[in-house]
């Protein structure tokens, strides 16, 4: 995915930071606001893999810092919930302004509580999703036992949540003592889906029983099986945004529909590969595929390998080419299956080879006909199976023209 920072003011005017998420080289079918975790930040991981899984669905994603918080102006001490919730309708508004109005809410745990809350101000977003949500956000004064009393007495107090301090005020307690919880949920018009893991230690299961059971349909629930709060493994993030950006596509315009299909911004696959490991995300006409490597050569068997590529696609073009023949002569072909495997062997051992120095690529293609085809037609298919287009180019002299483009 493309990921740049990005700027827009709160509703006193303070500048938030935030980092929007694009599929790679292509127009978004949709837009997702995401709100991260109570003093969490944009910036965790978790919440930067649950995009990635969303933009690969063509869903780009804000994610950005609340007021006070990680790169965002303003006093964190004269925030709150309701602050939390402006915050968010702010960044909804201005999406709609520079990009597109979000149709996606996402929200991390108190950022959870948060999109149940913005989604009655936005009437345009048709999905919701909290990922270990508190059903009332007043769960979180249980972090604070040992100030509340000195917050109650001298109007405020500096805490240490997860290694840093915070300043919390009296008005912040006031402000999540005033939310009408229940009765948000319930007047919810979107569609809700609730993921939970049944032993997170910092917001209980029954926070997840509770919101579903506020909810009208539609509403979905997904347990989370043994991930923790944070979602600290790299699996648990992975799974919880590719399921949330498939449970998501279900409630926006199908790309089928006119004017919603997404556009190639031009004619190429476009590969992107990070700097750790060899995971490889894909584009390619409108999809997103991944490559791999396997473990044992320093990949994480996410995903095909690049000649697992190669032979796919030698794979595809031949029972495509063999279909296509057979139906142009009403034959009665019901399936054409093709298995390949490749192999580099000497060259002095190809028979039929030119070249008789050094190593060669074999590509080791069956055919399988499925169908009432005579003996001649089947012959004749395995004859058009070798005029494959891939076929052609693999045998063909190629030149591959590679350029380097100026870094922005």
Same mark, same amino acid.
């Given at each position: 995915?493309? $990921?740049?920072?990005?700027k827009f003011?709160?509703?006193g005017?303070?500048q938030?930071?935030?980092? &929007? /998420?694009?599929?790679?080289?292509?127009?978004?079918?949709?837009w997702?606001?995401f709100a991260?975790c109570?003093?969490?930040?944009?910036n965790?991981?978790?919440?930067?893999?649950?995009?990635?899984?969303?933009t690969r669905e063509k869903?780009a994603?804000?994610?950005?810092?609340?007021?006070?918080?990680?790169e965002?102006?303003?006093?964190?001490?004269a925030?709150?919930f309701?602050s939390?919730?402006?915050?968010?309708v702010?960044?909804?508004?201005?999406?709609?302004?520079?990009y597109? *109005?979000p +149709?996606?809410?996402?929200?991390?745990?108190?950022g959870?509580?948060?999109?149940?809350?913005a989604?009655?101000?936005? $009437?345009q977003?048709r999905a919701?999703?909290?990922i270990?949500?508190?059903f009332?956000?007043?769960?979180? *004064?249980?972090?604070?036992?040992?100030s509340l009393e000195? &917050?109650?007495?001298? =109007?405020?107090?500096?805490? *240490?949540?997860?290694?840093?301090?915070?300043?919390?005020?009296?008005q912040?307690?006031?402000d999540?003592?005033e939310?009408?919880?229940e +009765?948000?949920?319930?007047?919810?018009?979107?569609?809700?889906?609730v993921?939970?893991s049944p032993?997170?230690?910092?917001? =209980?299961i029954?926070?997840?029983t509770?919101i579903?059971q506020?909810?009208?349909h539609?509403?979905?629930?997904?347990?989370? /099986?043994?991930?923790?709060?944070?979602?600290? @493994?790299d699996?648990?993030?992975?799974?919880?945004g590719?399921?949330i950006?498939?449970w998501?596509?279900r409630?926006?315009?199908?790309?089928?529909?006119?004017?919603i299909e997404?556009d190639?911004i031009d004619? @190429?696959?476009?590969?992107?590969t990070?700097?750790q =490991?060899?995971?490889?995300?894909?584009f390619?006409?409108?999809?997103?595929?991944?490559?791999?490597?396997?473990i044992?050569?320093?990949g *994480?068997n @996410?995903?095909p390998t690049?000649? /697992?590529?190669?032979? !796919? !696609?030698?794979?595809?073009?031949?029972?495509?080419?063999?279909?296509?023949?057979?139906?142009?002569k009403?034959w009665?072909?019901?399936?054409a299956?093709v298995r390949? !495997?490749?192999e580099? &062997?000497h060259?002095e051992d190809?028979a039929?080879?030119?070249?008789?120095?050094?190593?060669l /690529?074999?590509?080791s293609?069956?055919?399988?006909?499925? =169908?009432?085809?005579?003996?001649?037609?089947?012959?004749?298919l395995?004859?058009?199976?070798? @005029?494959?287009?891939?076929?052609?180019?693999?045998?063909?002299?190629?030149e591959?023209?590679?350029s380097?483009?100026? !870094?922005?």
């Amino acid at each position: 995915m493309k $990921s740049y920072p990005v700027k827009f003011p709160n509703a006193g005017g303070e500048q938030l930071s935030g980092r &929007i /998420d694009l599929p790679e080289d292509e127009t978004p079918r949709a837009w997702a606001l995401f709100a991260h975790c109570f003093t969490c930040g944009k910036n965790l991981k978790s919440s930067a893999m649950i995009a990635r899984a969303l933009t690969r669905e063509k869903i780009a994603v804000l994610r950005f810092d609340f007021t006070g918080l990680g790169e965002s102006e303003g006093d964190f001490s004269a925030s709150n919930f309701s602050s939390n919730v402006a915050d968010l309708v702010a960044a909804a508004r201005w999406l709609e302004e520079e990009y597109q *109005t979000p +149709e996606i809410l996402l929200g991390h745990s108190f950022g959870g509580a948060a999109v149940l809350q913005a989604a009655a101000q936005l $009437s345009q977003v048709r999905a919701v999703a909290t990922i270990a949500a508190p059903f009332d956000p007043k769960h979180v *004064t249980h972090l604070f036992s040992e100030s509340l009393e000195q &917050i109650k007495l001298e =109007g405020e107090a500096k805490v *240490t949540l997860a290694g840093r301090q915070f300043r919390f005020r009296r008005q912040f307690f006031v402000d999540l003592s005033e939310q009408q919880v229940e +009765e948000q949920i319930g007047r919810l018009k979107s569609a809700l889906l609730v993921l939970h893991s049944p032993v997170d230690q910092s917001v =209980g299961i029954e926070n997840a029983t509770k919101i579903y059971q506020a909810a009208k349909h539609p509403k979905s629930f997904i347990s989370l /099986d043994k991930a923790d709060h944070l979602l600290s @493994r790299d699996s648990d993030a992975r799974y919880v945004g590719h399921m949330i950006a498939n449970w998501a596509c279900r409630y926006l315009e199908p790309l089928s529909a006119e004017g919603i299909e997404a556009d190639v911004i031009d004619n @190429r696959v476009t590969v992107r590969t990070g700097s750790q =490991g060899f995971f490889t995300e894909l584009f390619a006409n409108g999809h997103a595929l991944t490559a791999d490597e396997p473990i044992t050569y320093g990949g *994480t068997n @996410r995903g095909p390998t690049p000649y /697992d590529y190669l032979l !796919s !696609s030698l794979g595809a073009c031949t029972s495509m080419t063999v279909q296509m023949y057979a139906r142009r002569k009403k034959w009665p072909l019901q399936s054409a299956v093709v298995r390949l !495997s490749h192999e580099k &062997i000497h060259a002095e051992d190809c028979a039929s080879c030119e070249a008789k120095n050094g190593k060669l /690529d074999r590509f080791s293609r069956e055919l399988e006909l499925v =169908g009432d085809l005579s003996p001649e037609q089947r012959q004749k298919l395995l004859e058009i199976a070798e @005029r494959c287009p891939v076929h052609k180019t693999l045998h063909a002299a190629v030149e591959v023209a590679t350029s380097l483009k100026k !870094s922005i």
